[in-house]
Every structure is written in C-alpha cells, then in structure tokens.
C-alpha cells in the first residue's frame, strides 16, 4: 500500500497516479485509465480529473492500493 500525502483539500486521479509513479507523466494518465482497471473506494474510475479527499483510496492492477492522507 502507497500513500499520497496532500495539504490542499482534494487532489485529483491523474496527480495520484503520478505522485504515487504509477504512471510517468500527466499525458500518460488518459490512456493509462483506458487501458487499466482503476478503482477509487470500490468503484471503477477512468476520469483522470476525478476529485479525490483525504480518506479515499485507489486500487490499481498490477500495482496495488493507494490511499490519499491529509498532510
């Protein structure tokens, strides 16, 4: 499980995916979410400008859990 430390009050599933190095850059993000399986808290998910707060968490295939925290 990877954490992603924020100090704003949402962040969102493209800034997590790059944060956490699932994928290596913002353009990368749109396909990466076409192709994978991306759930946030249990739900598919492939808008990479998804609103995430403290709390939630992603689950991607191939590379685990990602929870976001408050900083």
């Avoid at 599933?13 to 979410?33: R, T």
């Avoid at 759930?39 to 992603?58: A, C, F, I, Q």
């Amino acid at each position: 499980m990877r954490e992603v430390a924020i100090s704003t009050e949402y962040i969102t599933l493209g800034q997590v995916l790059k944060l956490a190095d699932v994928v290596g850059s913002g353009g990368e993000v749109k396909a990466f979410l076409q192709e994978a399986s991306v759930k946030v808290n249990g739900e598919p998910e492939n808008r990479r400008g998804r609103k995430l707060v403290p709390g939630d968490t992603v689950d991607v295939t191939g590379f685990g859990t990602i929870v976001v925290k408050a900083r």
